[in-house]
Structures are given as structure tokens and as C-alpha cells.
């Protein structure tokens, strides 16, 4: 049957509309929250380590002196060390870890320098810019060694334990050449040595008593094991100290005799095309598995009970309390009280580059790949995972940023804030997935297989310095 067009108007129009009831909105998955956070810092800005004496020997020109003694925190790096030091309260304050304002709470914070002074005086200056005014912020380090003895947890080689044998020392370190001396370790495989040879006697006709290119190659014991000796390494100390000039905001006549470059620009761009050669010499005695475990097994074992002392907190202690962790004979103890949230660790570029090898680390940052100039950072972050109670390590994911300030930033020591952050690269360590949640017990397991146990002192004594 047919109904007329007008009957099917009326009925749609009486017909009681059908109301359809909107789909209840899914639950909301609370964000993970950050818990704690350690920090594995660089010093900051330094004259060289070696005498101008023995620098001359390298150039036609005699290299500046500098302001503080040799290997001292020197003023321009003390500043820009505060910057970064206010760059951590408003990052992790954005992250909800600190409270916005104030000081912080006793046992919050736990710092700990190498016994250096520009270790000890770059930690001071970083919290000057993280929590100003707020005195009661103690710095600890190892008690005073015997003079040809550093702190183990920085300088484990050779002050606590033999370095590995010659033979094997040197095996490893041809294999990480991958290729022949007579290439790996010159202009033929490193023709930016040739602008390096320029700036340090740029006249062909008077030349340096040590000129760069013309470097001998050998093999020879050192304190770590052996080391290389050829251009390309006796290079590696000159261009860090040409960046240490640039980045302590000396004028562009006292950066390299005003031969790096005319402009900021011109220098910088300069250094970043000879600070690969300074990367690959550093890293062939301390990313190379054998030195790398050597230099940072003890390190990263009390690292990681650190980070398993945070994951499984008790508050009703306030001591550190030893966790067995890896096949060693003792528990490895962490660094600083129960109940921290922010552990600050003062090192050297030396143990960015050893731990980096062990967890296999890598970055590129400021155009550079793998390198740690002043004030650059490992980060090790806990977040906790949503809908879990925090008391043991399964509810917890590792986050590890590679963190540090461009060449600009530290020439200028510019403020560092949210909105003008220094670099910042999340890594994938070893064990986990990239673009993805590392759980911190997999990461545990992955990074302790890494350690030598022969190379672990398991126990630490740090003394208080007073702020």
C-alpha cells in the first residue's frame, strides 16, 4: 500500500523524536609523575690543564694566560654555570618535582662534588641560580686523598684499581681506529687537522718546535692503560682549549690569535668543524668498551642503586642503605640519603664519555654528535607510572636526557629559561626502545650487565663541606 506524501509528512511530524543519548566519556589516565631525578654533571669553563710552557711548543704564537690558575673555575663560567643551575629549578618545577618557590627542604637535595675545586666551586655556582639565598645547601665529597689519589667514584683508574693490562689496552684501542695508524690518527684521515695546523702557525716558513701535523706515531703506557700519540690526539687538548677560550667570552684576538674567526659567528663556526677531531681522540680512550669499564663501572653500579634506592623509598629512614645489585661480593651503596628527589653528582667529561660507552649513549646537540663541553649533563629521570604506588622499581619508567648549553649560550652566558632552553636530547640507553617507556627494572638489569665487577669499590665516606 501507497501512502499519500502528505499522510508521511504529518506522521514524521508527530512522531516523538528519538533522542540519542551521548557516549559517556572515557576515563581520564592520570600522567605519569616525575619522582626523582639524578644529574650527572660536567664542571664548568676552565683554563687548560697543561702550562702555556708546554702549549708554545705547538704554535708560533704564545697562547693567552688566563685570569685563575690552570684547570680552576674561571668567573665567565661561574656565571653561566648559575644560569643553568636556574634552568633546573624552572624545568623541574615545570615537570612538578620542586615546589615553585622557597628553599628547599633538608634531604631533598643531595649534592656531591669530585674533590676538585672547579668541581667544588662549579657546584656552588649552579645552586646559586637553582636556590638562591638558601645556605643550608651542603656539598659533599670524599675525604682529602693522598696527593696522587682522586676520588674513586670519578677516578677510579689508577688511583683505586690497576689499569687493564698493556697488551689487552692496546689491542683495544687499534681495534676502535678502524683503520691503520698511519690513517686514523693523521691529516689522511682528518684533513680538518690542516685548518688547525693554519691557525696554530699560519706563516709555513716559521714554524712551531712541535708542529701538529708532524706529531710521531706511537703506543705507550698511561695512567688508563695505553695511549695513542700522533696528530689527531696531541690536536684533541689544543681545540678544546681554542673552545675554552671561545666560550669563557675572551675577545676574538685572544681566540686563537684572532685566527678561529673575525665574528662570533665566524669562530663558532670554526670550532664546530674542528671539535669533532677533539671528540673522536677523547673517545678512543673512554668510550672503547675496556677503558669505558674500567673508568665507569664503579660509577654507574652506584648509580644505579641510587636509582634503585629512589624507586623503593622508605621514609621512615633517613639513611642511605646499601642494595645488592650484580654479582659483587658487597652491596653497592647509593649515593646520598633516603628521601632525596634531586641528586646533583659534580664529574668530568671523562665520566659522561665512560658511562655513555657502557650504556651506549649517543646525541647530537649544537650541530656536534657525542660531545660534553662545560656544564653538559646526563640526566637520569624516574617517572612514575599512573595508577601504581611507587614502592618498588617495577612502577617506575627511566627517562635519560643528554642536556647541555650551546657554544653562544655559554660565550654569552645568556639567561636560560622555558621559553630559551639550553640543548636537550632524549637518549635510548641500552636495554630499552626508542620513542618509548623504558621500565626502570629493565634498564637495571641491562646497564649492571655492563659493569666489571672487578673494577667496583662498593662502599663511599664523603665528607660536608660547609655551603
Known amino acids: 500500500m501507497r501512502f499519500p506524501a502528505a499522510l508521511l509528512l504529518l506522521l514524521s511530524i508527530a512522531a516523538p523524536a528519538q533522542t540519542k543519548k551521548p557516549a559517556p566519556a572515557p576515563p581520564q589516565t592520570p600522567p605519569a609523575e616525575l619522582k626523582f631525578v639524578l644529574i650527572l654533571s660536567r664542571h664548568g669553563i676552565r683554563p687548560p690543564l697543561q702550562p702555556t710552557s708546554t702549549l708554545n711548543q ?23 654555570m648559575q644560569q643553568m643551575g636556574q634552568y633546573l629549578r624552572l624545568r623541574y618545577v615545570e615537570d612538578g618535582l620542586l615546589a615553585p618557590g622557597g628553599c628547599p627542604a633538608p634531604g631533598e637535595l643531595y649534592l656531591y662534588a669530585d674533590t676538585d675545586h672547579r668541581n667544588i666551586d662549579s657546584t656552588r655556582a649552579t645552586f646559586a641560580g637553582f636556590a638562591p639565598n638558601c645556605g643550608h645547601l651542603n656539598i659533599d665529597m670524599m675525604a682529602p686523598p693522598p696527593s696522587d689519589l682522586r676520588d674513586p667514584l670519578f677516578n677510579a683508574v689508577p688511583g683505586t684499581f690497576a689499569p687493564p693490562p698493556a697488551a689487552a689496552s692496546e689491542a683495544a684501542l687499534r681495534a676502535a681506529l678502524h683503520a691503520t695508524p698511519e690513517i686514523a690518527l693523521t691529516a689522511r684521515g682528518n684533513p680538518e687537522l690542516n685548518e688547525l695546523a693554519k691557525i696554530l702557525a699560519p706563516d709555513p716558513v716559521h714554524q712551531p718546535a712541535k708542529p701538529i701535523l708532524k706529531q710521531p706515531l706511537s703506543f705507550s703506557p698511561a695512567t ?24 669563557d667570552a675572551k675577545p676574538l684576538s685572544q681566540v686563537g690569535w684572532g685566527r678561529v674567526g673575525a665574528t662570533d659567528e665566524a669562530a663558532e663556526a670554526t670550532l664546530q668543524r674542528l671539535l669533532p677531531l677533539h671528540i673522536k681522540a677523547f673517545g678512543l680512550g673512554l668510550r672503547t668498551p675496556l677503558y669505558a669499564r674500567a673508568q665507569g663501572s664503579s660509577l654507574l653500579a652506584h648509580l644505579l642503586a641510587t636509582l634503585r634506592q629512589a624507586s623503593i623509598t622508605d621514609a621512615s629512614s633517613t639513611n642511605p642503605r646499601p642494595l645488592a645489585l650484580g654479582p659483587w661480593p658487597s652491596p653497592v651503596k647509593p649515593i646520598g640519603p633516603t628521601g632525596s628527589h634531586f641528586v646533583y653528582l659534580s664529574a668530568h667529561d671523562s665520566n659522561l664519555f665512560a658511562l655513555a660507552g657502557m650504556l651506549n649513549l649517543h646525541w647530537r646537540a649544537d650541530t656536534r654528535t657525542d660531545d660534553t663541553p662545560p656544564d653538559s649533563q646526563l640526566a637520569f629521570e624516574l617517572w612514575q607510572r599512573p595508577g601504581t604506588t611507587g614502592a618498588s622499581e617495577k612502577d617506575f619508567d627511566i627517562r635519560i636526557v643528554y642536556r647541555a648549553q650551546t657554544l653562544k649560550q655559554l660565550r654569552t652566558a645568556e639567561t636560560l629559561s622555558l621559553e630559551n ?23 637495571l638489569a641491562a646497564a649492571a650487565r655492563t659493569i666489571d665487577p672487578a ?4 662502599d663511599l665516606a664523603p665528607i660536608t663541606l660547609a655551603p
Do not use: M, Q, Y
Open 58 to 80: 705547538f704554535s708560533t704564537n704564545p697562547w693567552p694566560e688566563w685570569e685563575v690558575p690552570l684547570g680552576e673555575l674561571t668567573p665567565h663560567g661561574a656565571i653561566a
Open 224 to 247: 688508563w692503560g695505553v695511549a695513542a700519540h700522533g696528530p689527531l690526539p696531541t690536536a684533541s687538548n689544543l681545540i678544546e682549549d681554542l673552545e675554552l677560550e671561545f666560550v
Open 421 to 443: 632552553p639550553p640543548a636537550e636530547v632524549e637518549l635510548t640507553p641500552t636495554g630499552c626502545v626508542a620513542h618509548r617507556p623504558c621500565p626502570l627494572a629493565t634498564f
Open 455 to 458: 673494577f667496583v669499590k662498593p
